[in-house]
């Protein structure tokens, strides 16, 4: 047992700012971290091999199956690392909230996996570490597109297609602000997708219509950011939203928090990540706009806002 070493990870949230869920289908997505929520992951020796965060304490072997990718991200990093008989405490804080379409459990994944290579003192490269978040992530998630897994541990904006190699792309739009909101609801990714899922075989036509609809407006998007087109990129998030709805993927609180922040100036406002309850976003052109609308949101019921700058120029 390495008694003095401890190792350390660190992983942050993510946004969607256009194209869940036809992401899963082979179109486009724009995603970007977001370090205003993080996790940490905390390596150490242990005569036993444990877990400690929020929702557990103790044996690996005895976790609930709600943190199954968790146990599997942990067993499968040690096998990749030849360690499965090491002995340790790796313990998890977070200030992501979870469920909420910001990547918490990839983040989660991609902090475990930094923390336990940093122990054993490897390096960890992104060909290493997505494949162990993406196995983790078919755990939490059922099918996922790989967004999650990329846009947690990078630091860039992305432009993502599923089993492409990954595109980095210039965030930035002057004067561009970001309202996240969380509606406080748990999100249902597994289930928003599976659904989805079930819609396009019962109904292959009207669905792929709508998610080529949403990669053609995801293109859009990516113009409208080539080109500092803030409006344009408003208009975009607010047909989007048609088409997610069109999906059964939003819901009455995130519907009504979309509502408010186009009532109080918002330029586009969508629901972000997998839906049916976790965050929306709205775009505002002014820092001002911006903390009206955050404000008038909060009201409306979210449990938490964050302004984001869309821009190096602002
Ligand atoms: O809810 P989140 O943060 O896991 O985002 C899911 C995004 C989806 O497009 C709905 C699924 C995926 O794997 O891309």
Redesign the pocket.
């Known amino acids: 047992m390495n008694k003095e070493k401890i190792g350390y990870g660190q992983a942050c949230g993510?946004i969607?700012l256009m194209?869940?869920?036809s992401?899963?289908y082979g179109e486009p997505?724009i995603a970007f971290p977001f370090q205003e929520t993080y996790i940490s992951t905390k390596v150490e020796p242990n005569i036993t091999l444990v877990l400690d965060c929020h929702y557990f304490s103790g044996e690996l072997s005895e976790v609930p199956h709600q943190l199954n990718s968790v146990k599997e991200v942990i067993n499968q990093t040690l096998k990749t690392l030849q360690q499965e008989n090491t002995t340790l405490k790796v313990t998890i804080t977070s200030t992501i909230p979870a469920?909420?379409?910001?990547?918490?459990?990839?983040a989660t994944a991609a902090s475990i996996v930094r923390a336990l290579y940093d122990y054993f003192d490897e390096p960890c490269t992104q060909e290493v570490l997505l494949p162990l978040v993406n196995g983790a992530?078919k755990i939490a998630?059922g099918?996922?597109?790989?967004?999650?897994a990329a846009a947690t541990s990078g630091k860039e904006s992305l432009f993502f297609i599923k089993g492409h190699p990954l595109e980095p792309f210039p965030m930035n739009v002057s004067n561009a602000f970001l309202i996240v909101a969380d509606t406080g609801i748990k999100?249902q990714?597994r289930a928003?997708?599976r659904d989805v899922a079930r819609l396009f075989e019962q109904n292959k036509q009207s669905v792929s219509q709508h998610i080529t609809e949403l990669g053609h407006l995801t293109k859009l998007a990516k113009q409208a950011i080539l080109t500092d087109d803030v409006h344009k990129l408003g208009n975009v998030m607010n047909q989007a939203q048609e088409q997610l709805k069109a999906l059964t993927?939003s819901n009455e609180q995130l519907d009504q928090l979309v509502f408010t922040a186009r009532k109080n100036g918002a330029l586009g406002a969508k629901l972000t990540?997998?839906?049916r309850g976790?965050c929306m976003i709205a775009l505002a052109d002014s820092k001002e706009q911006a903390v009206k609308i955050a404000a008038a949101i909060e009201s409306a019921g979210a449990v938490a806002t964050w302004i984001q700058s869309l821009g190096v120029k602002n």
Request: no cysteine; proline share 3%.
């Open positions: 993510k969607i194209g869940e869920h992401v899963v997505a469920e909420r379409g910001m990547g918490s459990s990839a992530e998630h099918n996922p597109s790989g967004i999650d999100g990714t928003a997708v993927v990540g997998g839906g976790g």
